[in-house]
């Protein structure tokens, strides 16, 4: 079903999406350079700052690493998914409820399915640029002790889709400004409790499965795994749980789309 | 030329602050989020995680769940200080136009200003003795003086909602907001001791954190439930919030007066 | 084209929204180069059926071909060809006049530099080529209709459909949207479009339908409906507003039986329907009745709407 969806698609509308975003946040662009900076102050305050005070901690592959090694890929990951799930929920939200932007599309050969695509499309760009710039940094602080860390990147990508995918799903589910109470909680549970600042190990037995579930957990374990040097099987069981989510993500959004604007 | 001074009305910020709070009746549920699940999603995420390895090392004297807890506390009184002064009050000037509607009755824009702060003083302490509650069941309350905290979380809260109005009343659009949280809200909340102390930042950018309010609302909240604070540092962290709380109320009485008395 | 030689060809055609019915089973026949009006009271099905047309409301029933091609299974390559220009405007606020044209036009897949070319000959087209770099929140009322308008045209049309162009438009801009889109029906353009403003509907349209309830309750040129439902020439006597109350319109309307073939009241006047204007005058006259004031005129297409819908189109 999403491969006929698919299928139909002509890039060159979904492109059209895309450069509709480029040019209005080619104004915006303080707030496009503000989203590089935030995600390199979490990593001084709690990477660095806290990790005085916490030390080493168990590495993925074995054996420990010092904390900012730890949690810098790991901001890695939310930075994917904050830069993913804030575009795809508050944005197109607005875009979808109050702009009517959506109404005017539609009205044109655009497609629900390019129309998503475009959106998400936009979404990656953004994110992979933060991502490239983030992994730049961390390489400068000697946050990257091994080469598969280049690998991050792609893997940063794959995390962006996943979550712009769901995120746009999750959007045509929400009925008010009042539901994004809920879309915050979701985001600040995984971060906070995904993974991202102590080994799964850590957790009392009954809740990793919970905390497994999460498609955070799957990206940060990936990007660690790369960015400390050792990926395993593991850290492909990661990339199938990430695409599951995109391809999910996407049929659902396409068909849930076409029955909130088609009516 | 004779004018006749008429005796002012009194109570008219009341009359505000009434106005706000009939309004938060029906909108209360929301913000229970924000000020109350995501300060204790923090604690658990970082105080009971992190804290397991942080305690290993005792470089605090205490544990790092006592450390983090007040200091989280203090954050969520800005968080509402800052979050009450952004969109809610630019909404009164440009989408709901409330002020307008205000100022065509006896109120003056003092009193507009009074009583929404009245009404923001009243959410922080709402929320900081939730949280107390919550500190207590963590076990983190460890003196009778934390009950100080209350009216420190309000000072906290209308220390940075002061200067904000006055940020809010310069902005046509609400895209400042995001640049505002992004540019100085995270980073004050990141590196005013609440996670770290700030002898842990590098020399030369420690001034930076002694300018923030936070910090010194940090230090006030500490100091008050682990039962540590003196009494000379505590009226200096009182006085500087102090003075944030009236430079920052002089400076947005002249700015909302500037953009509604035209 | 489909091969009933029609460019719209709609048999049966119902929508429903949940329980409630909006369009109840409507046939439609719209050839190329036509203007066609749909008129009809507030919530009589209009929007609901054009927006069928568009392709972005997949019918409840009934079978629907555009251009020659089935709406159901061909929306985006019918919408390529299709100008809309919705009930309420749908401009995209964060881009300029300029670009709310431009862009428009990529989601059409048109090459940059012909979307340049054609956003500014269309900014002209609709005199708003000087706010070009404004933003659009600050445009008035009658110059975001007439951007609509022009971003309607960007991919060359063959079929506009205009869902109440003119709406809120002060008579001057009304004018000159009626000039404009004139124009496109000069070059062959076909034009479907729905109004409350009889005049435009006389103006504009070859062929109309008037729809109430969610039906067609007529379907012709403006000049045959008018002889069909009406009367050559109306007679309107304005009273006091007391005087038309309740039983005493009534009384009054029965001292005037017989002197035209139909006498319609309305809370502040009396239609006398009838083919010669100054004779039944006199007769009115001659019958004792005195109005405020009294005029005969020429019937129109608001006549014929007041018969089949009891209702006035001003609301
Ligand atoms: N999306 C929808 N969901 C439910 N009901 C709808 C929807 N769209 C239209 N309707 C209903 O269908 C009926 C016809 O609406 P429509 O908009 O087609 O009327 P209209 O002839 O265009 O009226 P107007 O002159 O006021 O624009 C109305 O009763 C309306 O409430
Ligand atoms: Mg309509």
């Given amino acids: 079903m999403l491969s006929t969806l698919l299928l139909r698609v002509d890039p060159r509308r979904a492109g059209a999406v895309v450069e509709r975003n480029v040019l209005v946040h080619r104004r915006g662009w303080i707030v496009l350079l503000s989203g590089f900076f935030e995600p390199f102050l979490y990593l001084l305050a709690l990477g660095i700052g806290l990790g005085h005070l916490v030390g080493s901690v168990p ?84 946050l990257t002790p091994s080469w598969w ?32 109470d809920y879309v915050v909680v979701i985001m600040m549970v995984m971060f906070m409790f995904a993974g991202t600042f102590t080994p799964l190990s850590a957790y009392p037995a009954w809740v990793r499965p919970l905390v497994e579930l999460t498609p955070l957990y799957h990206g940060v374990a990936l990007t660690r795994s790369l960015t400390t040097g050792s990926p395993d099987l593991g850290a492909l069981g990661h990339v199938a749980y990430l695409v599951v989510c995109v391809v999910l993500g996407l049929w659902i959004a396409a068909r849930r789309m076409a029955r909130l604007l088609l009516t | 030329m004779a004018t006749t001074v008429r005796a002012v009305p009194r109570g008219r910020a009341a009359h505000v602050l009434a106005y706000h709070l009939v309004g938060y009746r029906r909108t209360w549920r ?60 630019f909404s009164q000037f440009e989408w709901d136009r409330t002020y307008e509607a205000m100022l065509a009755t006896p109120l003056r824009v003092v009193d507009l200003l009074l009583g929404q702060l009245a ?78 102390p700030v002898s842990q930042l590098p020399a030369p950018v420690r001034p930076l954190a002694y300018l923030s309010p936070l910090w010194h609302g940090v230090e006030l909240c500490r100091g008050l439930t682990l039962g540590t604070l003196h009494p000379w540092p505590a009226l200096g962290h009182l006085a500087y919030l102090a003075v944030w709380a009236g430079v920052g109320f002089a400076l947005a009485a002249r700015t909302f007066r500037r953009r509604l008395v035209v | 084209m489909g091969g009933d030689g029609y460019l719209i060809s709609a048999t049966g055609l119902v929508k429903r929204f949940g329980d409630f019915t909006a369009v109840a089973g409507i046939d439609l026949g719209v050839r190329r180069g036509e203007a066609f009006g749909f008129l009809g009271p507030n919530g009589a099905g209009k929007s ?42 749908s401009l995209d606020v964060e881009l300029t006049v300029l670009e709310n044209l431009t862009i428009y036009a990529r989601y059409f ?97 070859d062929r109309l339908v008037v729809m109430d309830g969610g039906r067609i309750v007529a379907e012709g ?20 507003l007391a005087d038309l109350d309740g039983a005493r319109g009534r009384d009054i309307a029965d001292t005037l039986t017989g002197l035209a073939d139909r006498v319609e009241v309305l809370p502040d006047r009396l239609l006398l329907y009838t083919a010669d204007g100054d004779a039944t005058v006199t007769a009115v006259t001659d019958r004792g009745v005195e109005p405020m004031s009294v005029l005969v005129r020429r019937s129109s297409l608001e006549d014929v709407f007041l018969r089949l819908t009891g209702r006035t189109l001003v609301d």
Avoid at chain 2, 42 to 59: F, K, M, P, S, T
Avoid at chain 2, 125 to 149: I, K, N
Wanted: glycine residues 8%; charged residues 15%.
């Fill in chain 1, 59 to 142: 590495a993925p592959g074995g054996g420990t690493v010092p904390y900012p090694v730890f949690v810098a890929p790991a901001m890695l990951a939310v930075q994917a998914m904050n830069a993913a799930l804030t575009e795809t929920t508050f944005n197109v939200f607005g875009k979808l409820k109050y702009m009517r932007l959506y109404d005017a599309v539609l009205a044109t050969p655009v497609t629900p399915t390019e129309l998503a695509l475009g959106e998400i499309g936009w979404c990656l760009a953004r994110s992979g640029l933060y991502s490239a710039a983030f992994l730049g940094v961390m390489a400068v602080l000697g």
């Fill in chain 1, 149 to 180: 860390a280049v690998l991050a990147w792609p893997a940063a990508l794959l995390i962006g889709f996943a979550f712009a995918a769901l995120g746009m799903a999750l959007t045509t589910f929400l009925r008010s400004w009042q539901d994004f």
């Fill in chain 2, 30 to 89: 929301a913000t229970v989020f924000s000020s109350f699940l995501l300060p204790v999603i923090y604690l658990a995420g970082i105080g009971l995680g992190v804290g397991g390895y942080v305690d290993r090392g005792h470089h605090l004297g205490v544990a790092y769940l006592s450390f983090l807890a007040p200091g989280v506390l203090a954050t969520t009184a800005l968080t509402i200080g800052v979050e009450e002064s952004t969109y809610r009050v």
């Fill in chain 2, 119 to 196: 009404f923001v003083v009243f959410r922080a302490l709402v929320a900081v003795v939730v949280f107390l509650a919550v500190m207590a069941a963590f076990g983190t309350v460890h003196s009778p003086w934390a009950v100080a905290v209350v009216p420190v979380g309000g000072l906290i809260a209308l220390a940075c909602a002061a200067p904000t109005f006055a940020f809010t009343a310069t902005q046509s659009s609400a895209q400042g907001f995001s640049v505002l949280q992004r540019f100085a809200v995270i980073p004050v909340q990141l590196f005013s001791g609440v996670f770290f």
């Fill in chain 3, 48 to 89: 609901s059926t054009m927006r069928m047309i568009g392709c972005v409301s997949p019918p409840s029933e009934g079978r629907l071909s555009i251009l020659g091609l089935d709406a159901a299974s061909h929306g985006p390559q019918i919408r390529a060809r299709l100008g809309v220009v919705p009930q309420q405007d």
């Fill in chain 3, 109 to 205: 897949g048109i090459p940059r530099a012909v979307a340049q070319r054609r956003a500014a000959e269309l900014l002209d087209f609709v005199q708003l080529a000087d706010r070009a770099g404004d933003r659009v929140e600050p445009l008035s009322g009658g110059m975001k209709r007439r951007l609509t308008i022009a971003r309607s045209l960007v991919n060359e049309p063959e079929l506009v459909l205009l869902d109440e162009p003119t709406t809120g438009l002060d008579p001057q801009a009304r004018h000159l949207v009626w000039e404009r889109l004139y124009r496109l029906k000069q070059r062959g353009v076909t034009l479907v479009l729905t109004t409350h403003y009889m005049d435009e509907a006389e103006q504009l349209c």
């Fill in chain 3, 221 to 240: 040129s403006p000049s045959a409906l008018i002889a069909r439902f009406s009367t050559r020439e109306v007679v309107e006597l304005r009273f006091d």
